[in-house]
């Protein structure tokens, strides 16, 4: 009987597994559809000219999403049924005073980069997938920063 239920237990958890590691992907930009960019711009976190680098999300696009734009990096939580529990981040790279990588954030996170703003404020961008593509994300993002700040 006792072996019934933690086989249930065991099957719980790999199911709620697998279903956490299959909603996260680390896209290109390019590869976000039109209606994407279009909800995205709709948050009021992307310009028209605006194009999206990289892209992240832990559940569905419409929900949640982190990326990084030649302007910008940010990130955005909707609940559905509840608009008081939204979250929405944006820094412009001239407002941005430094970008910490996280790669052990815990078991139930994704590794983050933490964005702290010139005026103190900071916020998370979180980066699923392997320990390469994290790096890759924050790689390219940081040029993206330094570069944005040779040109101011």
């Known amino acids: 009987m006792i072996i019934k239920y933690l086989m249930r237990y065991i099957f719980c958890g790999i199911l ?13 930009g390019n590869d976000l559809s039109a209606a994407d960019i ?7 976190i992307l310009d028209k000219d605006e194009q ?8 569905k696009k419409s929900y949640a999403g982190n990326f990084f734009t030649e302007k910008r990096i ?6 559905s049924r509840d ?8 820094a412009f790279y001239k407002d941005i005073k430094s970008m910490d990588t996280v790669y052990n954030a ?14 103190g404020s900071s916020f998370k961008v979180s980066v699923g997938g ?10 390219d993002v940081l040029k993206s ?5 040779r040109v101011l």
């Open 16 to 28: 709620v597994a697998g279903l956490l590691v299959s909603c996260n992907h680390l896209i290109q």
């Open 74 to 79: 940010a990130m955005y939580w909707i609940d």
């Open 52 to 59: 999206v680098i990289k892209f992240y999300s832990e559940y």
């Open 145 to 149: 920063w330094k570069g944005n700040q």
């Open 38 to 44: 279009k909800r995205i711009g709709a948050l009021g």
């Open 106 to 119: 815990g078991l139930t996170y994704s590794p983050y980069i933490l964005v702290t703003m010139n005026n």
């Open 83 to 90: 608009s008081t529990k939204n979250v929405i981040k944006t």
């Open 130 to 139: 392997g320990r390469k593509e994290f790096k890759l994300f924050y790689m």
